[in-house]
């Protein structure tokens, strides 16, 4: 069969395209700004890419098209895919109908953490010998890729939010039809989709819904709004983790960065943690899979020697490099919420020992519309120095955020001057935690490369 994508060097859509060449399948695809290392990941795979989205790629016509969320009515590929007789599909429709109807599905949802707990997941699957697919929004240094077919009968996969397609509004986890289901927590988010809190709610019990009676929903103890998702109905086993999980999974911490702890289940130890993440986030992204591992019929000794061996993941706190004494790191980190409990999980690491400096790229659609611009002074509080990116198009002014951090904050209008403004402030010693969920001009590099050559 002929699988040819729309908006293919996404990391959803690109994981897609590889599972259908996996499978068998001949995978062509189009994207706009195709460069590596999508482009050359792709190619590795054989799969050609055409650049644009004009109506020329459907001649000779596809069996089937598979439909990107970036792809809208307009679009002239789009106007000829309507008006020819060529199937389509969005991308979660077409994974949940040509792979995930015969396997056991294990997905991750909620707002912050969903990453970092599906590459947990998989890694343990894996390590027990279970070689499952997967398809995760990032990739972790234990895989070469973001997606992979695997063996059935495991599937894990991140389950998104975010809307479907242009013709359909659904979440897009709507489509996978769970048999073990993680809820890390949830807050209001992608506010150019949801107009409140509510209405993702929603979203999240319809999710709930399809899970099946013999199947198991694990959830945060700790999140008051997963909660009151639950009191809705909930028809399947559950499961809970975290702080406050009387009779479900806890940590007790044995180093305060959360690099060791001890797993407890009715006060009972069941075993030991002692790893390369840290935060306490991690901590509890370690107890939901390790419960979504149990279920599926991993022990927990055995996935407490998965994750000891668990490499870390690229842009999650990643260590970039450090030059003249200075620590670059690299984050994804977009919501008040993840920037604080990533900025806590680091000053944990570090301690008192030099500054914590954190810059920031208010780049998503939720961030853009200003929706936490009250709130976000507050997740810097751990911070010695705060600098944040205010691009003339951002919409709202950022030294509201800035006023309100007093003398820890700076506000710089391109990253060419924000980079001149670190140069100036930062010494030996320091950490630098640069947070975006966008390439933030490449300001990692370009802050080591000066760095470098100060050193020079």
């Not at 016509?61 to 000829?80: L, Q, Y």
């Not at 199937?87 to 912050?112: C, I, K, N, Y």
């Not at 939010?161 to 289901?181: C, G, I, Q």
């Not at 060419?416 to 100036?424: D, H, N």
């Amino acid at each position: 069969m002929h699988v040819h994508i729309l908006g293919i060097c996404g990391t959803f859509m690109g994981g897609i395209a590889a599972i259908a060449r996996a499978a068998g399948h001949k995978v062509t695809g189009s994207d706009r700004n195709v460069y590596p290392p999508m482009s050359t990941q792709l190619a590795a795979l054989g799969i050609e890419l055409v650049e644009g989205f004009e109506a020329a790629q459907l001649t000779p016509a596809p069996d089937v098209v598979v439909v990107g969320n970036v792809m809208s009515r307009g679009t002239p590929v789009v106007e000829a895919l309507l008006e020819s007789r060529i199937p389509f599909v969005s991308g979660p429709e077409w994974l949940s109908r040509a792979v995930l109807q015969d396997r056991w599905v294990l997905a991750v949802a909620g707002t912050h953490g969903k990453t970092t707990t599906t590459s947990l997941l998989a890694w343990v699957l894996e390590f027990a010998g279970l070689n499952p697919g997967f398809l995760i929004g990032g990739v972790a240094d234990n895989f070469d890729s973001s997606a992979r077919l695997g063996a059935a009968p495991f599937f894990v996969i991140e389950a998104d939010e975010y809307d479907t397609a242009f013709f359909d509004k659904r979440a897009k986890f709507v489509h996978y039809r769970p048999r073990t289901l993680v809820l890390n927590n949830l807050e209001f988010d992608h506010a150019d989709i949801y107009p409140d809190l509510a209405s993702i709610e929603r979203q999240f019990h319809h999710l709930v819904r399809i899970v099946p009676r013999s199947g198991l929903i694990i959830s945060n103890a700790a999140d008051d709004n997963l909660a009151r998702v639950l009191r809705q109905g909930c028809w399947s086993q559950q499961q809970f983790f975290g702080q406050g999980a009387a009779g479900g999974l806890s940590a007790r911490l044995l180093a305060d960065d959360g690099s060791d702890f001890m797993l407890l289940e009715d006060g009972r130890e069941l075993g030991r943690v002692r790893w390369s993440m840290l935060g306490l986030h991690n901590v509890d992204n370690a107890l939901a899979a390790i419960l979504a591992a149990r279920h599926a019929g991993v022990p927990v000794a055995q996935a407490c020697a998965a994750l000891g061996e668990f490499r870390g993941i690229k842009r999650r706190m990643e260590l970039r490099g450090t030059a003249a004494g200075v620590s670059v790191y690299d984050d994804f980190a977009h919501h008040p919420t993840a920037i604080a409990t990533t900025i806590d999980g680091l000053r944990r690491r570090v301690g008192a020992q030099g500054r914590l400096i954190a810059v920031l790229e208010p780049r998503s659609s939720t961030m853009r519309l200003g929706v936490h611009k009250d709130t976000l002074a507050g997740s810097f509080a751990e911070a010695d120095a705060v600098w944040l990116l205010a691009p003339p198009d951002l919409g709202w002014d950022v030294s509201q955020v800035s006023g309100a951090l007093g003398t820890r904050g700076r506000t710089a209008a391109s990253v060419e001057a924000l980079l001149a403004g670190l140069l100036t402030a930062v010494r030996a010693g320091d950490h630098v935690l640069v947070m975006s969920n966008g390439g933030f001009g490449g300001l990692h590099d370009k802050l080591l490369a000066a760095l470098r050559a100060r050193e020079g």
